[in-house]
């Protein structure tokens, strides 16, 4: 085992050993982010982030991480309003949606950087 591979082991150990409960609502979380995400993958595909593109080309990338920065963004604003100011939800969607929606597009961003969304 190469040295990088054994220090994320044992940080994983170490995190799982003194953080049983933090590290189990981790997965758990990350759990509920992916059946959430394969659930909007079956309605939407994967045209609404690669914008009809195949990705092949640093253009395309980039348009479509821009896409991605704007829902971000939007993700950003709203909790800026939700917790910052207080304001209270209009539309129905809690902060807890709005978190996992955050994070959601922080991981499909990196998909995209990697060119392997929709593929």
């Given at each position: 085992m190469?040295?990088?591979e054994t220090e994320k082991i044992d940080a994983v150990e170490y995190c799982e050993t003194m953080y049983p409960q933090t590290t189990?609502?981790?997965k758990?979380?990350?759990?509920e982010m992916y059946v959430t995400?394969?659930?909007?993958?079956r309605n939407y595909g994967p045209s609404n982030?690669?914008?009809?593109?195949?990705?092949?080309?640093?253009?395309?990338v980039k348009l479509s991480l821009t896409g991605l920065w704007f829902r971000i963004n939007d993700k950003v604003q709203r909790l800026k309003q939700l917790v910052v100011l207080g304001q209270p939800d209009e539309v129905g969607e809690s902060?807890?949606?709005t978190y996992e929606d955050l994070s959601v597009y922080g991981v499909i961003a990196q998909?995209?950087?990697?060119?392997?969304?929709g593929k």
């Amino acid at each position: 085992m190469v040295k990088n591979e054994t220090e994320k082991i044992d940080a994983v150990e170490y995190c799982e050993t003194m953080y049983p409960q933090t590290t189990d609502e981790f997965k758990k979380i990350l759990n509920e982010m992916y059946v959430t995400f394969c659930k909007k993958q079956r309605n939407y595909g994967p045209s609404n982030i690669s914008v009809g593109t195949n990705l092949e080309t640093e253009s395309d990338v980039k348009l479509s991480l821009t896409g991605l920065w704007f829902r971000i963004n939007d993700k950003v604003q709203r909790l800026k309003q939700l917790v910052v100011l207080g304001q209270p939800d209009e539309v129905g969607e809690s902060i807890q949606d709005t978190y996992e929606d955050l994070s959601v597009y922080g991981v499909i961003a990196q998909i995209v950087q990697r060119k392997k969304w929709g593929k």
